[in-house]
């Protein structure tokens, strides 16, 4: 009995190498395609970042109805900010990776120096009616922005509109100005304890002289 051996074309194993590379690919993509979607706090980036550094004087409003009335120079101002794990976005990556809020709030700088840039290009004097645009998508909140965190970098899309002249007031202000914390008031000085004067001592004045009468005389002896 013949035993018949079957060597694999070359064809054939290069087909297997590419099945073999295609479930790896689907197993690892997952891992490298990682994309959190978070709601930040606008006031408490704010707090935590340079944004009244990279403003300035610009006035900034979050939230679309913030536009309206505003006279507008530029319309419909897209931009991207990018937060990485390198050290101020340059040289090594940080030692211990950052969370996403940190991530996010770095894209949220990037983002803003990109929009204050274009403020001043424009000569305008405010950004408002901000509204997160992540791949067109928009997400309107006067107290929240929409972040992407992956694996190594976060992202932040922001689209918004300059304008000239003040900015209309905004019920709950998305750059709050953090007043200095108020000086302590000095206690009242204590009222000093008068101590009532010391009597002086009296002398009593001395009695009057008390006059005893004088015995009576002797009868004179008989003769």
Do not use: W
Request: hydrophobic share 45%.
């Amino acid at each position: 009995m013949t035993t018949a051996r079957f060597l694999k074309s070359p064809a054939r194993a290069g087909a297997v190498a590419l099945a073999a590379a295609a479930t790896l690919a689907a197993l690892c993509g997952p891992v490298q395609a990682r994309n959190v979607r978070l709601m930040e706090s606008v006031p408490d980036t704010v707090r935590l970042t340079r944004t009244h550094e990279i403003l300035g004087n610009l006035d900034l409003r979050f939230g679309g109805d913030t536009a309206r009335g505003a006279s507008i120079v530029r319309r419909d101002v897209v931009v991207k900010g990018v937060g990485t794990t390198k050290v101020k976005d340059v040289g090594d990556d940080d030692r211990v990776r950052p969370s996403d809020h940190d991530l996010c709030a770095r894209a949220f700088e990037d983002a803003l120096t990109q929009l204050a840039f274009a403020a001043r290009g424009a000569r305008a004097s405010a950004i408002v009616g901000v509204v997160s645009n992540y791949e067109g998508v928009v997400f309107d909140d006067p107290t929240h922005f929409e972040c992407h965190a992956g694996a190594l970098k976060a992202a932040v899309t922001l689209r918004a509109q300059l304008s000239v002249g003040p900015a209309a007031p905004q019920p709950q202000a998305a750059v709050p100005v953090l007043s200095p914390p108020p000086a302590p008031v000095a206690p009242p000085a204590p009222v000093p304890v008068v101590s009532p004067p010391t009597p002086v001592d009296v002398v009593p004045p001395p009695p009057p002289p008390t006059f005893q009468p004088l015995p009576p005389a002797p009868a004179p002896a008989p003769n």
